[in-house]
């Protein structure tokens, strides 16, 4: 008969051996690039949510008058006293096109039992951002409302950034 070539079973067992320890190796290192391609992923949509929450947050403190604790009416919380976790901000309509009613609001706070937050503006409830977990509305002896707001997807790292907007309260104007 002619030459037969093959593996000898000591080939075979030690092929396998090596293959043994260097499978558990790279599936480690796919499980470490999913993971980190997760993380990456969620502190992305975390940071989306608080940057969109900005721009309606600046608008409505740019045309309020007056800056209150929605569930006592109280003027905002001094910083150096504590933080408060919503807010509502009142104007009035001074270009005389708009509703029939001059007066408007928008409050700011987290749907119960949810990451939710809402904007609720004239009664029409919107949503502003989502996985935000955490509220903290303060102002400052020089006018600032600082903002500190927490977003949080399940699994991820908690991402929070301070926001501070410079408040110059607009006088009414008598008709």
Request: glycine share 10%; proline share 4%.
């Given at each position: ?21 260097v499978m558990p190796l790279i599936a480690s290192s796919i499980f470490q ?19 969109s929450l900005a721009p309606w947050l600046h608008r409505d403190l740019a ?24 807010i509502l901000v009142r104007w009035t309509d001074q270009t005389g096109w ?78």
């Open positions: 008969m002619g030459n037969q070539r093959g593996f000898t079973l000591l080939e075979l067992v030690v092929g396998l051996a090596v293959a043994g320890m690039i999913t993971r980190g391609t997760e993380q990456i992923s969620g502190r992305v949509v975390s940071a989306a949510d608080v940057a045309v309020g008058q007056t800056i209150v604790d929605p569930a006592t009416d109280a003027p905002l919380i001094d910083c150096a006293s504590g933080t408060q976790a919503s708009g509703a029939a009613d001059p007066q408007h609001y928008a409050k700011y706070s987290i749907e119960p039992g949810t990451t939710v937050l809402e904007r609720e503006y004239d009664g029409v409830v919107g949503v502003v951002a989502r996985h935000i977990t955490e509220l903290a509305f303060c102002e400052d002896a020089d006018g600032l409302v600082r903002l500190d707001v927490t977003s949080e997807i399940q699994g991820t790292t908690t991402y929070t950034k301070s926001l501070s907007f410079y408040v110059a309260p607009r006088a009414e104007v008598a008709p």
